[in-house]
């Protein structure tokens, strides 16, 4: 299973996929962070990484599959 770089919590497969997406597509397991530590690096609400998450979805990312 794979954890938040920063606070530890057990991430989610939308988490590892957002990160992906978003920051580097090649990621570790090692390097991924949760949603909250993600909003917090990219300075912007939570709420725009599950916007985020769901936009990808709809578009049919494979990450998101
Ligand atoms: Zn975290």
Redo the contacts with the bound molecule.
Sequence with gaps: MAI??????ELHKDEKAIYKRLINRAATEEEL??????AKKLSVDESVIDEKIRHFREIGCTLFM
């Excluded at 938040?4 to 919590?9: A, F, L, P, R, Y």
């Excluded at 962070?33 to 993600?38: F, N």
């Design positions: 938040c770089n920063k606070c530890g919590i962070l949760c949603k909250r530590c993600l």
